[in-house]
C-alpha cells in the first residue's frame, strides 16, 4: 500500500535530515597526530582500501575542485601540506583527461598543520574523498573525526558531572516523566483536525454518496451498518498506519533527533515552505493530488468482494480527499513531531476517528442526511480561512529559524505584526472586502460566518497591545507561540526589566555564584525555539510567588539546548555517549551541542523545558521538574528544593 506511507515518507525524511548521515562509508580510516613544533601537527590517514577501487591521492586538481578535501571545525588551523605518503600509481583518466595519481588496496596520507592560536585537546575535522569502482566516478560519504593533539589545551568546561545522581536526589519531589503534550490533549488536536477536514469541499460531499452506496447496496439494515463501520475503521487504520515508519526508524536514530526537529534551522525553513505551500493551495492557486495511479490502484479493488473491497474504497477516499486533508494532517504531524513516535500516531489517530465516524454514524441513522447542509460556496470559505491559518504557522515555523540564528529579521513585535495583519484578511475576506479567484459573492452573513469574523477580530485586537513596550505586551492567551520578550526591536522591554534576568549559559559562573551566595542552583534547560519554555517564562515565572522565591532563593541559569553559537576551540571536543554495550562519539562543537549532552548525560532527558536544582557541590536535591502551567504546583517544588537545601 504505497499511499499509506506517503505522508509518512515526508516527515521521515525530514527527521533523517535533521541527524548526522547514518549511511556506511566505503573506507574505513584511522586517524592519528603527532606534534612536529610549537603549534604544529603531523596527522595521519590510513585506509586498508576496498578491493576492486582505485582511491584518488590528495591535492590533485579536478579542473576546479580538489581530489581530496580536508576540512576542519577550527577555521583558524592552516593547511601546509597534504601529501599521499603510501605507494601510488599513475592513471590517464578519461573523465577528466589527464594524468592522476591513485592507490590501489591500502593508503597513508599526511597533512602537516599549524594552529595560529591556542592547541585544543582535541582535533575535529571532516574528510571527503574520491574513488574509482570500475569504470564508475564515485564520491565516498565524508569522514568525521577526532584525534587527541599532544600538548593541547582541555577546557575547563565539563559534561558528565560524576556527583550529579538524578537517580538519587537529596529529596523525591519532581517529575518521573518527561512533560510533553499529554496524548490526550494531541488526540482532541487530531479529532478538532479531523472534523475540520469534514467540512472541506473535498471530503464533505462524500458523506451522502457513500452512505447512500452502503444502505443501498446491502441486503439488510445490519450489513449495510457493519459495512459502513468496517468503511470508517478501515480510515482509521490508514491514517495511523502513516506513522508506523516513525516507530521503525526511532529504534535506529539518536534519542535527541525528534528533540532536534523544533529547532533544526533548516527543517523549520523548509516547515515554512510547505505550510506557504499548503496555504497557496488552500487559496485556490492549484490543488494538492497525489499521482492518479494511486487512485486507480486503489479504486479499481474497490470492487472487490466483502471486507477488501470495502477497504480498498476508504483507501479511494482517503487518496481523492488529500488536497484537503493532505495540509492538515501535515499540520497536525509537522507540530508534535519533535515529541517521538507515539503522539505522532495518537493524533493520527484522532484525525482517522473523525473523518470515519461520521461515515459509520449516518449509515447506521440514515435519516440524519436530511439535516446535513447543502455543498457549496461555504466549503470554499473554509478552505480560504484555513490558508490563512496555514500561513500564520508558517511564521511559526520562520520565527523558530530566525530566534535559533538570531538573524533579528523576525522578533516578536514583527512576529505579532504579521498574525494582526493573517487574522484581519480572514476579517476580511468574510466580510467580503477581500477577494478571492475561486471564492463566491457573500449573499448572507450565517451564525458561523459572523462568529468566525468576531473571533478572529478579537484575535487582531488583543493581539496589538503586542507591538507596544507596555505592561501589556504580555499577550498570556498566546503565550509561547510569539519570540521571547527578550528577543523585541525595544532597547529594553518594560517586561523584561521588571522580570527575572537568569544567567545565560554560563555553567561555571553560575555555579561560583551559588557558593558565594550559598544559594542552591536552578537550571533552566531551554530553546529558542521552545514553545512551552515561553509559556513558563511569561505566565509561570511571572506569578507573584514564582517570581519571589527564583529572584531571592534561587541562582537561576537558562542553558540554551539549540544555541548556534560555535565554542572556543579549545572547548570542542568529543563526547562518549554509553547506551549499554554501545559507545557513540558526539562531537561537541556548538553551544547547543554542550549543553544538550549535558543535559542527556546528566539529567537523563533531552526535551525542554526541563528544570534542575542542584547545590554548589553539584548534588542533585530533587528529581527534574517539566512544563508546569500550574504556577503553585511549580511554587511547591521550588519550596521542596529550598528544603532539600537545608538538609544538605
Known amino acids: 500500500m504505497k499511499f499509506i506511507f506517503l505522508l509518512s515518507f515526508l516527515f521521515a525524511s525530514l527527521v533523517s535530515f535533521a541527524q548526522d548521515p547514518s549511511a556506511r562509508s566505503a573506507f574505513t580510516w584511522q586517524v592519528a597526530s603527532k606534534k612536529i613544533a610549537e603549534n604544529k601537527y603531523e596527522v595521519t590517514f590510513s585506509t586498508p582500501g576496498v578491493a576492486g577501487t582505485q582511491l584518488y591521492a590528495p591535492s590533485q586538481d579536478f579542473g576546479g575542485s580538489p581530489s581530496a578535501e580536508l576540512a576542519f571545525v577550527d577555521s583558524s588551523i592552516i593547511i601546509d601540506s597534504f601529501t599521499a605518503t603510501g605507494e601510488t600509481k599513475k592513471i590517464n ?77 537529596v529529596s523525591n519531589c519532581g517529575d518521573d516523566g518527561t512533560a510533553n503534550k499529554s496524548l490526550i490533549s494531541i488526540f482532541l488536536l487530531g479529532l478538532l483536525g479531523g472534523l475540520i477536514a469534514l467540512l472541506t469541499p473535498c471530503v464533505f460531499p462524500l458523506i451522502p454518496v457513500t452512505v447512500t452506496f452502503f444502505t443501498k447496496k446491502s441486503t439488510t439494515k445490519k450489513q449495510a451498518i457493519s459495512n459502513a463501520v468496517f468503511y470508517g475503521l478501515s480510515i482509521f487504520f490508514i491514517y495511523v498506519a502513516i506513522t508506523i515508519p516513525f516507530h521503525v526508524a526511532s529504534k535506529a536514530i539518536s534519542p535527541e533527533i525528534f528533540n532536534n526537529i523544533s529547532t533544526n534551522v533548516w527543517l523549520n525553513l523548509i516547515f515554512f515552505a510547505v505550510f506557504v505551500f499548503f496555504a497557496l493551495s488552500f487559496f485556490g492557486l492549484f490543488e494538492i493530488v497525489l499521482p492518479s495511479s494511486f487512485a486507480n490502484s486503489a479504486d479499481s479493488k474497490s470492487g472487490l468482494s466483502n471486507l477488501s473491497g470495502i477497504f480498498f474504497m476508504a483507501a479511494t477516499l482517503c487518496i481523492v480527499s ?42 447506521m441513522f440514515p435519516n440524519w442526511l ?55 484578511c480572514i476579517v476580511f475576506y468574510l466580510m467580503g472586502w477581500l477577494k478571492m479567484s475561486h471564492s463566491s459573492p457573500v449573499k448572507k452573513f450565517s451564525f458561523a460566518r459572523i462568529t468566525t469574523i468576531i473571533l478572529f477580530g478579537a484575535i487582531a485586537l488583543y493581539l496589538i497591545p503586542g507591538v507596544l513596550n507596555s505592561r501589556w505586551s504580555k499577550l498570556g492567551l498566546f503565550s509561547g507561540f510569539a519570540p521571547p520578550l527578550n528577543y523585541t526591536v525595544y532597547k529594553e522591554h518594560v517586561l523584561i526589566t521588571e522580570g527575572i534576568k537568569p544567567l545565560h549559559n554560563d555553567y561555571e559562573k553560575a555555579l561560583a555564584l551559588a557558593k558565594a551566595e550559598n544559594k542552591p542552583l536552578l537550571i533552566d534547560f531551554t530553546g529558542w525555539a521552545c514553545v512551552n519554555c515561553r509559556r513558563m517564562e511569561e505566565k509561570v515565572w511571572t506569578d507573584k510567588g514564582v ?13 540554551y539546548v539549540d544555541e548556534r553559537t560555535k565554542l572556543p576551540s579549545t572547548e570542542q571536543t568529543v563526547f562518549k555517549i554509553i547506551n549499554g554495550k554501545d559507545t557513540t562519539d558526539k562531537n561537541i562543537i556548538t553551544v547547543g551541542d554542550k549543553w544538550a549532552t549535558f543535559q542527556t548525560a ?15 557541590d553539584e548534588i542533585a536535591l530533587t528529581k527534574t521538574k517539566y512544563y508546569t502551567p500550574d504556577p503553585e504546583e511549580f511554587a511547591e517544588w521550588l519550596q521542596c528544593g529550598l528544603e532539600a537545601f537545608q538538609k544538605k
Open 93 to 169: 583518466s578519461v573523465i577528466f583527461e589527464k594524468e592522476l595519481l591513485v592507490t590501489e588496496g591500502g593508503a597513508e596520507w599526511k597533512a602537516v598543520i599549524q594552529f595560529r592560536d591556542k592547541v585544543p585537546a582535541q582535533l575535529l575535522g571532516k574528510l571527503s574523498v574520491n574513488y574509482n569502482k570500475g569504470d564508475e566516478f564515485l564520491q565516498d560519504i565524508p569522514l568525521t573525526f577526532s584525534a587527541e593533539l599532544e600538548g593541547g589545551v582541555a577546557s575547563g568546561g565539563k559534561i558528565k558531572i560524576a556527583s550529579i545522581d538524578i537517580k538519587s536526589p
Open 322 to 363: 488529500f488536497s484537503c486533508t493532505g495540509p492538515l494532517l501535515g499540520t497536525l504531524l509537522a507540530n508534535v513531531a519533535d515529541q517521538g513516535p507515539w503522539p505522532l500516531t495518537v493524533g493520527a489517530a484522532g484525525f482517522g476517528v473523525a473523518l470515519g465516524l461520521p461515515f459509520a454514524l449516518f449509515a
Open 370 to 424: 436530511h439535516s446535513l447542509p447543502k455543498s457549496g460556496g461555504w466549503m470554499t470559505d473554509v478552505k480560504v480561512v484555513l490558508g490563512f491559518v496555514e500561513l500564520a504557522l508558517a511564521v511559526k515555523f520562520l520565527a523558530n529559524a530566525d530566534n535559533v540564528e538570531q538573524w533579528g529579521f523576525l522578533k516578536r513585535e514583527i512576529f505579532v505584526a504579521a498574525w494582526i495583519i493573517i487574522s484581519l
Open 547 to 559: 517570581d519571589s522565591i527564583m529572584r531571592t532563593k534561587f541562582i537561576v541559569l537558562s542553558l
Open 602 to 616: 546528566n539529567f537523563g532527558a533531552t526535551s525542554q523545558p526541563q528544570y534542575a536544582i542542584i547545590n554548589a
